[in-house]
């Protein structure tokens, strides 16, 4: 079985920074994609950011210059720093991996969610 964790979540104020982390276990052969999703009150899922086993990355226009996605693969871990935070980046933020596990196929996989806040 396969889990994602996500977290670093919390309350900030704007122009402030955090970083969020998600760490895969489980029998992991190999992770391909690992991508950050947010979804805000009355939103939609959307797509923050993305990076490759390879390290080719991807953001969404609103946050880039601001938020930074990298990863360690041999910790199996994922990272989103973010800073110059606004009120409207407040959102539940989500892991999203496809993951290899030993003897078994592909999975595409979500962690539980991380709230982040940005507020006077």
């Known amino acids: 079985q396969v889990q994602l964790v996500e977290s670093g979540g919390g309350l900030v104020q704007p122009g402030g920074s955090l970083r969020l982390s998600c760490a895969a276990s489980?029998?992991?052969?190999?992770?391909?994609?690992m991508d950050w999703y947010r979804q805000a009150p009355g939103k939609q899922r959307e797509l923050v950011a993305g990076i490759t086993r390879g390290g080719s990355i991807s953001y969404a226009d609103s946050v880039k210059g601001r938020f930074t996605i990298s990863r360690d693969n041999a910790k199996n871990t994922a990272y989103l720093q973010m800073n110059s935070l606004k009120p409207e980046d407040t959102a539940v933020y989500y892991c999203y991996a496809e993951v290899l596990p030993h003897y078994s196929s592909l999975l595409r996989t979500w962690g539980q969610g991380t709230q982040v806040t940005v507020s006077t």
């Open positions: 489980g029998s992991i052969s190999s992770i391909y994609a």
